[in-house]
């Protein structure tokens, strides 16, 4: 199945905007988004209808206002139980999927998106259809790593509130907003919209999903867990299954992740659904540092949907760790043409750097700033990534300023931790960064790279006992976890050597101090003619030698028990 990312579908009329261009500014001034149309007021009413076509847009506009597109397309419940069931065929799917709160393939979300653009071009009042085109926007702008799609979502999501407030019921928009806040890593926003749909319909369960990825990135993780209880709770099944493995991951819990992966997993039944699940237990594998088993469900996802790009990158990297660039190359630009993601740019940048090839790692590192900043004029919040990059490629002193404001601005994650601990470490001032890296290890779960700076840190500190265990950590936990960190990993722990036979000499008790030893005794004067040995002069008995007045005598030392047993016991 191809599921290359590609241009929706325009609405069709005179009046709506050209066909984006991924290289041209988006959009064109004074124009509205492709595939949106323009001011309602300048809408025309349609002519009208056949019955046949205003009964099937009235089926698909009852049911689009049920559903909402968040990370996957997530359902809103519909009231109205009598609404025509769909027609078969992709949007059907794509509904279907929403009903379990499921991601819906590429092909039927292009379809989603392109019915909905068809249906508010000529039905501008619906705010349930708006709120759909809105989210799948964002969930198109997401797998497709193209931001544009996130100020489409935005005006679209916008015009449902300007329709129907939320206030008057139009939750779906309200999700939906939370939804692009956290596609644009703007966490704080997305608890304000999500918490206000909590406090208005707590029992509404597409909303938690994005409480949890919003509390995950401002660092809360009791926030998250009784997130993901109350999603679990609400809609039990692949969907919560998949929420609770992560959260067991992010608490360092591996067997539970890996068991409740594998439930939800078996459980799939849909190919997207099947993919996401084969996917997060390819990354559990490569995490506990296994990259054979990697591979193995990185390929089972993959024969599924062979442009699923969460897993073709996720196979480069395990494919990396076995020696085998070439293949590892080859998936990651397999990847990138999927779906441009800074992250893969960066890994990718990082493997050609640990080859050696610098002119190739030099041109990654180019495509990576030139994506942050495509991003950012987009409204999405690359910060962290960004930091990561400069503290470890660039300018370290730059990446503790965008750090700092980062963690500032409430996004406290174990992620964030560790990146700023990193920079300051890099920019000379370790004192400084080992409260972040240590809170990075306490609260990120069993990642080895923050071990692995944690230990760095530690050792430039000259606190070379914890340093050890934590380099050790590292490598223990997952051996090839970077293909430039890894091997600087196991040289930091040869140059500090082995710890001392017994330990380290401050952590042994002080011997005891010896007793003073008694003065040695006179000898007795040679004893007279007619003076027995051992009789003063004049007949009386000479003193018994002893320790001189006021000390008292050391007892001898008791006598050892002999190691062979009598031949009476």
Not at 458 to 465: E, I, K, P, S, V
Not at 520 to 538: I, S
């Amino acid at each position: 199945m191809d599921v290359t990312p590609q241009q929706p579908p325009k609405a069709p009329g005179p009046d709506l905007a050209p066909e984006y261009a991924p290289d041209a500014d988006w959009p064109p001034p004074g124009q509205p988004p492709p595939g949106l149309p323009p001011d309602p007021v300048s809408l025309a009413e349609p002519p009208p209808a056949t019955m046949r076509t205003t009964l099937r847009r009235a089926a698909f506009g009852m049911v689009a206002g049920a559903v909402l597109v968040t990370g996957a397309v997530v359902a809103v419940p519909d009231d109205d139980k009598d609404a025509a069931p769909p027609v078969p065929g992709p949007v059907s799917r794509a509904m279907t999927a929403t009903a379990a709160g499921s991601p819906a393939s590429l092909s039927d979300l292009t379809a989603l998106i392109g019915d909905r653009q068809k249906w508010v071009g000529t039905h501008p009042s619906d705010a349930g259809s708006w709120a759909v085109l809105g989210s799948a926007y964002v969930e198109w702008g997401r797998r497709a790593a193209d931001p544009a799609y996130y100020t489409r979502a935005e005006q679209a999501l916008k015009r449902s509130l300007d329709v129907r407030p939320g206030e008057s019921g139009n939750t779906a928009a309200w999700v939906g907003l939370a939804s692009l806040a956290n596609a644009r890593h703007d966490f704080v926003t997305a608890k304000k919209w999500g918490e206000t749909v909590r406090a208005r319909q707590p029992k509404e369960w597409s909303v938690y999903p994005e409480l949890i990825d919003a509390y995950n990135g401002l660092g809360d993780r009791k926030a998250a867990i009784t997130a993901v209880e109350k999603f679990t709770a609400l809609r039990a099944g692949v969907p919560a299954l998949g929420r609770a493995a992560e959260m067991y991951r992010d608490r360092g819990w591996r067997e539970d992740a890996l068991a409740t992966a594998q439930d939800a997993a078996n459980r799939a039944t849909a190919p997207a659904e099947k993919t996401a699940c084969l996917a997060r237990l390819g990354e559990l594998a490569w995490e506990r540092g296994e990259p054979k088993e990697a591979v193995a469900q990185y390929g089972a996802a993959l024969r599924i949907d062979k442009g699923h790009h969460v897993s073709l990158a996720g196979r480069a990297r395990a494919l990396a760790a076995l020696g085998r660039t070439d293949e590892a190359l080859r998936d990651y630009q397999a990847a990138l043409a999927k779906s441009p993601r800074p992250a893969y740019l960066l890994e990718l940048g990082e493997l050609y750097e640990s080859l050696g090839l610098d002119g190739d790692s030099v041109d990654q590192y180019e495509k990576l700033r030139a994506a942050l900043d495509a991003g950012k004029a987009r409204g999405v919040d690359e910060s962290l990534l960004l930091g990561r990059f400069e503290a470890a490629h660039g300018d370290a002193d730059a990446a503790v300023e965008v750090l700092r404001a980062e963690w500032d601005r409430g996004h406290r994650s174990a992620a964030v931790a560790d990146a700023l601990g990193w920079a300051l470490h890099r920019s000379g001032d370790s004192d400084g960064a080992l409260e972040y890296a240590e809170r990075a290890v306490d609260t990120g779960g069993q990642n080895a790279s923050y071990a692995y700076h944690l230990g760095m840190v530690q050792r430039a500190l000259n606190d070379y006992g914890p340093a050890r265990r934590h380099l050790e950590e590292a490598l223990r936990t997952n051996p090839t976890f970077s293909p430039l960190d890894a091997p600087l990993a196991q040289e930091a722990l040869d140059t500090m050597g082995q710890p001392p036979a017994g330990g380290p000499r401050d952590m042994r008790p002080d011997p005891a101090p010896e007793p003073p030893q008694a003065p040695e005794p006179e000898p007795a004067a040679p004893a007279g003619p007619g003076q027995d040995a051992g009789q003063a002069p004049g007949g009386a008995p000479a003193p018994a030698a002893g320790p001189p007045a006021g000390q008292q005598a050391r007892p001898s030392a008791p006598a050892q028990p002999s190691a062979v047993p009598s031949a009476a016991g």
